[in-house]
């Protein structure tokens, strides 16, 4: 199903410079993947008007689209890769049992707001007329705010974070 | 046409596509791994990747990032050896040991007090398992161990000494130099913690290609530091795996083709190598077994022996021989103590050494004719 993976762009995680962040085109679309994934993956994230799904192994997040994957806080770049393949296998496998599975179309449950108050740059800085960061999450989640009024989001270097939270906030 | 019965030493031909992906490397990608953020440098970092995991698929390792690039076996044995041991700490080897496990031993004995046990390998053969769990009992901090002897080609009982090693709970280092690609080597099944290979062998790769896996309870010095085109801010080492161990710039043209070797072995597979290897070593030792006035060291049998075979040929100097080979035959032969002077020493030929032959997968038993009829000219000589 998933035999090619182009790695495209490896740089460090901005939040964590310690870590990296990298983004592949896929060799074809896994698009009708993605409900099985979501059914079989333990925690996965998935937003149907993406389409697209979040799912982690172990401390790495990967968000899967139909023809593309972004990845942030791997270790290194022979630990990125290392987790792609792990990712094909995982797709070929459920894949494979495809007729056992049910897909799950459904959009996944909201996240806690602390999952979305970490992916915030944190300044406090009150641009979005909100008291505090947190604050601001509590509105998103609540559907009173939107993530594009995040300003320091929106303007700094922040590309995963704010990706990350519009596949979520995407209607 | 010359005849090149050295692979003990180099493995030679390699298969086409070991030359095809060095040569694709050279002409189409060319860059450092990793150290640029275009796609050619994502290309070669994904293509030195690779590599490790056809190792890993071969060698039955799930961490892939525990794979360490190195030069060849010797500097994957010297960063085992200088990062893993201490002051006055205790290893246990064998007498088959090469010099690649020897001089760096003998150096820490020098600098680090370490204190060493050699097992002895009567006749150049086995070692035995229960004076191995003799001297494990009291304790020590290393087993070294080759899998196979350079020398006579003995195979060593990989999976009786790593249970030992575990149930001791004792690291075993395990030297692969004469065996990897030929005998099946499973580091979890077999217990090892530390596995050193080379790639130009019976990986069939080109030289200058090496590694040393890690398991996971592992943690060793580094050997050197340097750039990793990692955490480039970081004043000091990085901690991640491979990277701690993996400063400068790598042989990605050499890793390119072990890449392609060990696909290769992977594609034929470990069981029809070895019955090539087999067939090859039992004709070379009848031959050698119907000279008269030669003598064959090691095990008797082809299959307590990887293809290696030394011997020496009645009072004729191992060197002169291998001369007249070369010469007279074109046949490539090699001669002395092979790096391993602790065998000739129990060997009783520290002052001889042996003339070895090791032919390679890509042998044709018309070459071993060849050699047969040399010998025996040179005996009637």
Redesign the interface.
């Known amino acids: 199903m998933l035999e090619r993976v182009d ?6 995680c901005l939040a964590e ?2 870590k ?1 962040r990298l983004k592949a085109r896929l060799g074809k679309s896994i698009e009708e993947v993605l409900p099985y994934l979501n059914a079989v993956m333990e925690g996965a994230s998935f937003n149907p008007a993406v389409p697209c799904i979040t799912i982690r192994r172990d401390f790495r997040v990967l968000t899967l689209y139909p023809e593309e994957l972004t990845m942030i806080k791997a ?5 990125a ?2 987790v792609i ?1 792990w990712l094909k296998k995982q797709i070929r496998d459920i894949w494979e049992r495809k007729d056992e599975i049910t897909p799950d179309y459904t959009r996944s449950e909201k996240p806690h707001p602390l999952m979305i108050y970490k992916q915030l740059p944190g300044t406090n800085c009150g641009a979005c007329g909100e008291t505090n960061c947190m604050a601001f999450a509590f509105k998103l989640l609540g559907g009173e705010q939107e993530v594009d009024n995040c300003r320091p989001l929106k303007e700094g270097d922040y590309l995963e974070s704010r990706e990350m939270l519009n596949n979520l906030f995407v209607s | 046409m010359a005849i090149y019965l050295d692979n003990a030493a180099t493995s030679y031909p390699k298969p086409e596509a070991v030359y095809q992906a060095v040569e694709d490397y050279q002409r189409n990608i060319g860059v450092s791994p990793g150290r640029g953020a275009y796609q050619r440098a994502i290309q070669a970092e994904q293509l030195v990747f690779n590599t490790r995991r056809a190792l890993g698929q071969l060698f039955n390792i799930s961490d892939l990032s525990r794979i360490i690039f190195t030069a060849n076996v010797t500097e994957a044995l010297n960063l085992a050896l200088k990062g893993l041991l201490g002051p006055e700490d205790h290893v246990i080897t064998t007498s088959i040991e090469h010099n690649a496990v020897w001089r760096p031993l003998m150096h820490l004995k020098k600098e680090r007090n370490i204190r060493v046990t050699r097992l002895a390998n009567p006749e150049g053969c086995q070692l035995d398992v229960a004076e191995l769990e003799e001297v494990l009992g009291p304790g020590a901090e290393l087993v070294v161990v080759n899998h196979a002897s350079n020398v006579t080609g003995a195979i060593m009982p990989l999976q009786e000494i790593g249970s030992l090693c575990q149930e001791y709970e004792v690291p075993l280092l395990f030297d692969s130099a004469q065996t990897a690609g030929v005998l099946p080597i499973d580091v979890e099944k077999a217990g090892i913690s530390l596995l050193g290979f080379t790639g130009h062998k019976g990986l069939l790769g080109p030289t200058g290609t090496g590694g040393l896996y890690l398991a996971p309870e592992i943690e060793l010095k580094p050997l050197k530091e340097g750039g990793t085109g990692s955490k480039s801010y970081l004043e000091t080492q990085p901690e991640d795996l491979p990277d701690r161990y993996e400063s400068g710039t790598p042989n990605t043209m050499g890793l390119a083709g072990l890449k392609a070797g060990v696909e290769y072995i992977l594609d034929r597979g470990l069981d029809e190598i070895r019955a090539r290897e087999l067939q090859l070593t039992e004709m070379l030792l009848e031959k050698l077994n119907r000279l008269e006035g030669c003598e064959v060291y090691g095990p008797g049998s082809a299959r307590e022996r990887v293809a290696v075979v030394s011997f020496n040929l009645a009072s004729i100097p191992a060197a002169e021989a291998a001369y007249v080979l070369d010469e007279v035959y074109d046949i490539m032969v090699r001669a002395g103590l092979h790096c391993a002077p602790v065998i000739h020493r129990e060997l009783g030929l520290e002052n001889r050494g042996s003339l070895r032959v090791s032919p390679g997968l890509f042998t044709e038993k018309e070459e071993l004719d060849q050699l047969e009829k040399a010998l025996e000219e040179i005996l009637a000589r």
């Not at chain 1, 790695?7 to 460090?12: A, E, G, K, L, V």
Request: hydrophobic letters at 25%; charged letters at 25%.
């Open positions: 790695i495209t762009y490896i740089s460090p410079p310690d990296i270790e290194n770049s022979t630990d890769m290392q393949e």
